[in-house]
């Protein structure tokens, strides 16, 4: 199993910056997994944010290219997200979510944190 733990989500305006921090756990250390971030706005679907892929590169999806970085400190087990330039629309409760890593490819995000808030004011 895989445990995730985020942190560091909270109100802030638009235009500001935040940063989210998301805690592992394996059941054993030499588990391979892939890890991203997802978020959920109410009334809306949740929607993947970004990504640090099989081979560890990072992905981004268009809302977010230029303003948000995804980072992972191997030897705290720590995944970040980095988020600049905030804006109304960011506004969703952020989860963190794993998957297991075949190789390279990822097999569906089915670990998922509790999640952490982040509401941007405009």
């Known amino acids: 199993q895989v445990r995730l733990v985020e942190y560091g989500g909270g109100a802030v305006q638009a235009g500001e910056s935040l940063t989210l921090s998301c805690t592992v756990t394996?059941?054993?250390?030499?588990?391979?997994?892939?890890l991203g971030w997802y978020r959920q706005a109410p009334g809306k679907e949740r929607e993947g944010v970004a990504f640090i892929g099989g081979r560890g590169l990072p992905t981004y999806k268009d809302p977010v290219k230029g303003r948000f970085t995804i980072s992972e400190d191997n030897a705290k087990r720590t995944l970040y997200l980095q988020m600049n330039s905030l804006k109304f629309e960011d506004s969703a409760m952020y989860y963190c979510?794993?998957?297991?890593?075949?190789?390279?490819?990822?097999?569906?995000?089915?670990?998922w944190g509790q999640g952490t808030q982040v509401t941007v004011s405009s």
């Open positions: 394996l059941d054993y250390p030499e588990r391979k997994i892939c």
């Open positions: 979510a794993a998957a297991r890593n075949f190789d390279g490819d990822c097999a569906g995000y089915g670990w």
